[in-house]
Every structure is written in C-alpha cells, then in structure tokens.
C-alpha cells in the first residue's frame, strides 16, 4: 500500500546511506517491484543498483540491509518480515494491516481524486464537428476520448476547461444557402435539420458535377456570408442553431457537456490581427498568390494562412484560437482530441506558435486516435451516430427483452447499455488503435450466462455488486463500519489480489492523465471486475450467516463497487440501477 511502500523506502534509503551509498526515498520507492512467487514476499528491492556504488555484491548488500532494517520492520505494524533471498530483499506485508489501510479509503467518498491538479487549467478542444455536416464516427472517438479525459484531469484536482471548436464556418455554408434558395424546405429544416442540409449538401456537389457555375453561385454566397451580409447572415445563424440543437441533443445522449462552444466563426474578428502579427514577426512569404508559413525546414508542406483570394483557412482560424485560449485560459496543457489524420495540421500550427515566440507553444498537444471502421452507412461514408445508436439500441431490448421491467424502466436501462456499451468499447483499447465497429462485440456479456470485457459486462457486474449489498443489509442490517471490520479475515490470496488491485486505483489515474490514454481505465475496470468475480466464484460467499465474515466480505465489495463505478463514470458509462 502506498504507505507501506514510502515507509520501505525510507528505510532503504537510510540504510542504504549508513552502508555508504546513496539513495533517495524517491529512487528506493521507484526500484520496488513484485517478488516473482507470493510465497516469497510481497514487495521486492532489488540491490543490484546498490552494487556499483558499494563495490560490493549485490547479495552482500542484500544481507547488510536486511540486518540493518530488520528491527524497524518488526516494529512497523504494517510490515510482516524482510528476508534476503540472494540479490533481492523480500518484505511481506501484514494482510489485515494493509487490507484495512486499502478498503478504508477506498470505501471512502472520492477514492482516487488527487490534488496535483490544483490551480492548474487543462484546456481541451474535443468533439468538433461540423455544422451541417452529420455528426459521424470519427466525431464519436473525439467525444468520448476528450470526455474520459477532462474527467481524469479533473478527479486529479485540475480545472478542465472543454470547448467544442465547431467547424461552423466555411465555403460549405456559401453552397449550403445556395442549395436551400434552390431546393430547401422550411418544414423539413425544422423536422430534420441535419438530415435534411445534408440532403442540400449532397444535392449540390451533384448538381455541381453537371453544372460548374454553381459552385461560383456557391462563392458567391460565402463572399456575402464572409461581407455580412444580412440575408447570408441570417441563414449562417439559422443552421448554425438548428444543427447545435442536434448536436446538444446528441451530447446529452451521450452525458457529455461543454464549457465553451467556440466555434471556428468565433474567431473571425481575430484572424486579421493574426495575419499582421505574422507578417510583422517575418514568417510569413507569398506563394501564387497565397499567404503561407514556410516549413521546408521540417520536411512538411507550407502552412497555408491566406489563400490567393483572400479566404482564410483552418490553420489560420486554429492559429487565432490557440492565442485567445491561451489569453483567457493560462492553460497549463492544451489537448486537442483529433484523429491522427490531422497530424501534420497540428504539427504545423504548433510549429507557427513556436516561431511567434510563445512560450505555451509546447503545452499544446495533439492527442491523435484510430479511426473506426465496419460500419453501415445509409448515406455514402457519412454516419449518423443517432441512428447508430438507435440500431444498438434495438438489439438491446431484444436480447433484454423478457426481462420484467417497466416500460419506462426498460427506456432507461436500455439506453444506459447502449451508450454504455458503444463508449466503453471506444475506449477500451489504445486510442490510436483502429477498431471495427461489431456490436456483437460490444454487448458480449449481455446474454445471462455470458461474460466479455464490455461495458455492459461491467455494467451488469456493478449492479451484481450492489445487489450483493442489499442482501446483506437485509440479512445483518446497516453496511459495516469500514474502521470497525476483522480484516484478517480477508487473508484468501483471491482477496489478497483483489485489494491489491483496488490499492492501484490512484496511481493508475495518475498514469492514464500523464499518457492521456482512457484505455488504461477500462483495462483496469475489466481487471477488478475479473478479479472479484474469481473471488466470488471461487466458492466466498459474501453474505452469510457469518456476522464477522459477512461483515468482512461485504466490505470489500464496497470499495469493489465504488471503485468500478467510479472507473466507469470516468469513461462516461452509465450505470443502470438493475439490469
Ligand atoms: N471540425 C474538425 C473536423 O471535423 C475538427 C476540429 C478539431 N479542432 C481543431 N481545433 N482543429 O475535422
């Protein structure tokens, strides 16, 4: 337990200094490992580090510290007894003093949260899509990538700030108004605004493979869009609000929010003054015609700010925002969740920041994924997640369909698997992995009798869980007091490796902020799930007539409980109250 190991360290330090070596607390906590057998011990130090410095072997080392520190280890309630075993040093620990140390605090309200982020800003651009564009798949994994991880920043104690960088503003709105002069419906706007754009879109890139001149029609309305003009303007704002309306309701499905909804258009006013500064600072050069950064030196295309006629682009937009973020952010780190297509984009714009001399230029940090493939489209290549959602959401209630629910019970449950069962299975893996969307996959472990790394198989485990807990409070009365427990009583080696693993919660938080990598949390969900499912199928009954033992037992599936939920919440899964 994190005590344990800072005690261990303190006294390997000092004994290793009394033996003339050095040896920080930090660097004796970071060298202890696992002994490879438990029968030997615990925790491991390994001496061969030692070596150098002492000239000396390390098994000699070995036996110099364990008589050094033998006499405070016996002392320390925590520890049961070191030995040498040739290069290594072997503690065990006391079962019940570091059972009671772990399932204390992790029965404990806010098990997990950390401080280190405190007074510190995380600024993260995620989800992003673009107006009148659906809202597709690779929007999905920037969602639930940049969720998961404003929420870890955030249980570290940092403030996250999310924006939602629209890409409402561009020439695809000039060919848009174009469409809907020419062939828009008010009605069905209203019904089906997303739908019914994308229709328009989709109509005119048509139309404009028969007849070239609309795409000048298309300019055309852009330039009045861009000169502000009212009636363009009046269009932009409509389908801007229409579509954000879809899109909120999208997020909501999905327990998403956002401090910010900055959209490319919020920055239009800053894009001139950029341009200035760059031209003053001599980055920029004229290329055809066109206003670029040069990036020759580092091997990639120039950086396009200004094209011939006058039009500004992404790079120009995303250049602007970074400066007003930083202004009124102070980030400490600035994450964007975009997949790993955009990668040279990014490297350019960060490159462009470096050279204007900002220092914060580094705290920037393209955070790039997968993408996902082996979907059904009804469109083209675009996706609609909504209906996505809607077709998981079907074979849910089939497969959970004669289970005795309410009506607006079953609504609520079988929304909370689908969602659960799509977002945990985008983050259940590294995200820069590209993954086939199965939902036979995805559910596995929904069918009674099944199991699978899921979220509805963790879903299902916490309720499991919970249910475990009514039982005994209908058997034995009010949950135990976690200080008042036998923990000897939890001395099985399938509960010894179970608060092992909860003991690793916090650390493990910390690992996933610092990689920026969800994944690591639902690894670590299907791992405490697994582990106390081996513990309970392994014949320890929870509840039973056994007051101590029950009490013991049901502590531990407590801070189980607790700590899956809390992994899951992180991962934006929902929890539904029985399943
Ligand atoms: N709207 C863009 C797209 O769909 C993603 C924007 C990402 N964020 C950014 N600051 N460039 O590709």
């Not at 109509?203 to 028969?210: C, G, I, P, V, Y």
């Not at 120009?316 to 600035?334: G, I, N, S, V």
Request: hydrophobic residues 40%.
């Amino acid at each position: 337990m994190t005590d344990t190991r800072s005690l261990l360290a303190t006294l390997l330090s000092q004994a290793a200094e009394d033996a003339g070596a050095t040896l920080s607390t930090d660097e004796a906590r970071d060298l202890l490992t696992e002994p490879p057998r438990r029968e030997m011990g615990d925790i491991a130090f390994p001496c061969f580090v030692l070596s150098k410095q002492l000239r000396t072997s390390p098994a000699a080392i070995a036996t110099t510290l364990c008589d050094a520190i033998a006499g405070a280890v016996s002392d320390a309630p925590a520890l049961g007894g070191v030995n040498a075993a040739g290069p290594y040093l072997n503690f065990t620990v006391d079962s019940a003093y570091h059972a009671a140390g772990v399932l204390r605090a992790a029965t404990d309200e806010g098990y997990g949260r950390g401080s280190e982020g405190e007074g510190q800003t995380i600024g993260i651009d995620f989800s992003s899509p673009n107006i009148a564009k659906p809202f597709g798949i690779g929007h999905l994994r920037s969602t639930s990538i940049g969720n998961a991880l404003g929420n870890i920043f955030r249980m570290l104690g940092y403030r996250v700030v999310g924006i939602n960088h629209l890409g409402d503003w561009g020439t695809q709105f000039g060919k848009l108004m174009f469409a809907y002069e020419s062939w828009g419906n008010e009605e069905a706007l209203v019904k089906d605004p997303i739908t019914h754009l994308y229709d328009l879109y989709v109509r005119f890139h048509k139309a404009a493979e028969e007849d070239e001149t609309l795409l000048d029609e298309g300019r055309a309305w852009f330039k009045r869009l861009e000169d502000g003009d009212e009636q363009a303007t009046a269009y932009w704002q409509r389908f801007r609000d229409l579509s954000l309306r879809e899109f909120e309701r999208i997020y909501e499905r999905l327990g998403v929010s956002f401090e910010h909804y900055w959209g490319e258009a919020y920055y239009n006013d800053m894009l001139a003054p950029l341009v200035e500064d760059l031209d003053r600072a001599g980055l920029t050069e004229v290329s055809d015609g066109a206003v670029v950064v040069d990036m020759s030196e580092l091997d990639m295309p120039p950086c396009l700010i200004v094209k011939a006629d006058g039009a500004t682009l992404y790079a120009t937009r995303d250049l602007a925002a970074a400066r007003y973020r930083y202004e009124q952010l102070q980030f400490k780190q600035f994450l964007y969740i975009v997949g790993a297509e955009q990668t040279v984009h990014f490297r350019q714009v960060f490159e462009v920041l470096r050279r204007m001399n900002y220092s914060w230029a580094e705290d920037c940090h393209h955070i790039p994924f997968g993408r996902i493939h082996g979907i059904s489209t009804r469109k083209g290549t675009l996706v609609f997640l909504d209906d996505i959602l809607n077709k998981g959401k079907e074979r849910v209630a089939e497969i959970m369909a004669d289970k005795p629910f309410s009506d607006q019970e079953r609504e609520l449950i079988t929304e909370q698997v689908t969602v659960g069962a799509v977002l945990f299975y985008d983050l259940s893996r590294n995200r820069i992995k590209n993954y086939d969307f199965d939902w036979d996959l995805m559910l596995r472990g929904l069918r009674p009798g099944e199991s699978g790394q899921t979220g509805p198989y963790l879903q299902y485990t916490h309720t499991r869980l919970a249910s475990l807990e009514r039982q005994y409070i209908e058997t034995h009365g009010e949950l135990p007091d976690p200080a008042a427990v036998d923990y000897a009583l939890l001395g099985e080696d399938a509960a010894r490796a179970l608060i092992t693993h909860i003991e690793k919660f916090p650390e493990l938080l910390r690992h996933a902020a610092r990689d920026y990598e969800p994944a690591q949390v639902s690894r670590y969900a299907i791992e405490i799930a697994e582990l106390f499912n081996s513990f309970y199928s392994g014949g320890h009954k929870v509840v039973s007539e056994d007051r101590a033992l029950s009490a013991a037992r049901i502590t531990l599936a407590n801070a189980t409980r607790r700590t899956l939920a809390t992994s899951l919440g992180l991962l934006g899964v929902p929890l539904p109250a029985r399943m």
